[in-house]
């Protein structure tokens, strides 16, 4: 697995203002919005949570530990409160971020995770988190409901009817 600095093509120990830096060129070169192809738009989303997720790493290992505050863990209620927040919001990535900054995982986390992923359309691992959320707590219906709706939107995203939609789709937002 790669370490922070590796995905953002720097040296382990970097400034923040080397990292911002790099970021930000990266972000010009992967961001999902400027890909047009629909079948490479999946692709370039995987990339830029990747990006974000080493981005955040990286600067918090470079701060000194007053302005890293923001990068420290939150106790795991807070992290899956922040990250429904931010789903409500239509802004998965964001809502994934704070999930990272959980300093555990729960059921909910688990749930709320899986939900993240099917915002982001990545149905096999959604269907993944709300089975580890079902792990943890079998008795609940709406981990349950999750699991399925997700191993369901992972089977239909195998359809040509479901590859031509996201064509389509991707044509109407040229």
Known sequence: MDTPFEVLGLRAGADPEEIRNAYRRLVKQCHPDMVQDPSRKSEAQQRMIRLNLAYEEAL??????????????LPTEEAVTLAERMLQKERPENALRQLMRSEGRSAAWYCVYGRVLMQLEQFREAHQAFRQAVALEPENNEYRSGALEAAVAAKKEQTIGWKMHKILRGFRKK
Not at 60 to 71: E, G, K
């Open 60 to 73: 918090r290992l470079a701060m000194p530990r007053q302005r890293a505050a923001y990068f420290q863990g």
